[in-house]
Structure formats: C-alpha cells, structure tokens
C-alpha cells in the first residue's frame, strides 16, 4: 500500500514536470513567432518607408512640374497626406485595432482558431 502511494506520488510529480515543459515550450514558441513576425513587421515597415518617401518627392516633382511650382506640388501632396491622416483616424479602429487583436489572438492561441472553424463549420 505505501510502496502503490509513492508510486502514484512519483507519477504525479513526473506528469507535473511534463505539463510544466509542455508550457514552457509553448511559451518559447509563441515568443519566437512574436519575434519574427516584429522583425518581419520592421523590415517591411522600413522599406515601405523608404519607397513612400521616394515616391512621395517624385510626386511632389511631379505635381510641381503640373502647377508650374515645386511649392504647389509638395503642398498638394502634403494635401494628400492630410486627408490620408483624417480617414486613419476615423477609421483606425476597424482597420488597425480588430486585425492586430485578431493577429495577436492567432499568435497566442494557434489551434484555438483551428478549432472555431472546424467546430462551428
């Protein structure tokens, strides 16, 4: 009877150790997507940068060859900016917040999202 108590005692304690690795695994892989989908996130980000802000001169260019001035021409564009700013900051809860929940949530919880279709289709 005591030699059956350990045992289950000693199995008890291997399924907690196990359980315990299983989370840390899933913790090291949620952080290890976390982190290469910010390093992704950043290195596009910077090259989409760069290429708004070329096409933004040559528009300015552009523009300012249409009006017959430079001035004109980066005005109309910052113009553009302006009204770009003004509909991100209506809209900004529809298409920034949502999709970054739902893409954090995917992140976190994988084979939760599995399951919702499966489940519900």
């Given at each position: 009877?005591?030699?059956?108590?350990?045992n289950?005692?000693?199995?008890i304690?291997?399924?907690?150790?196990?359980?315990?690795?299983?989370?840390?695994?899933?913790?090291?892989?949620?952080?290890?997507?976390?982190?290469?989908?910010?390093?992704?996130?950043?290195?596009?980000?910077?090259?989409?940068?760069?290429?708004?802000?070329?096409?933004?001169?040559?528009?300015?260019?552009?523009?300012?060859?249409?009006?017959?001035?430079?001035?004109?021409?980066?005005?109309?564009?910052?113009?553009?900016?302006?009204l770009?700013?003004?509909?991100?900051?209506?809209?900004?809860?529809?298409?920034?917040?949502?999709?970054?929940?739902?893409?954090?949530?995917?992140?976190?919880?994988?084979?939760?999202?599995?399951?919702?279709?499966?489940?519900?289709?």
């Amino acid at each position: 009877m005591i030699e059956d108590i350990n045992n289950i005692r000693k199995d008890i304690l291997e399924y907690i150790e196990i359980r315990f690795d299983l989370v840390r695994l899933h913790m090291a892989e949620n952080i290890s997507r976390m982190m290469s989908s910010a390093i992704n996130l950043t290195i596009i980000g910077y090259l989409l940068f760069f290429i708004l802000l070329f096409l933004s001169f040559a528009a300015g260019f552009f523009m300012g060859s249409f009006f017959n001035s430079n001035e004109l021409g980066f005005l109309f564009v910052a113009c553009f900016y302006i009204l770009v700013l003004v509909l991100f900051l209506v809209l900004r809860k529809k298409i920034v917040e949502k999709p970054v929940i739902k893409a954090i949530m995917k992140l976190f919880f994988p084979k939760f999202g599995d399951d919702e279709k499966t489940r519900y289709s």
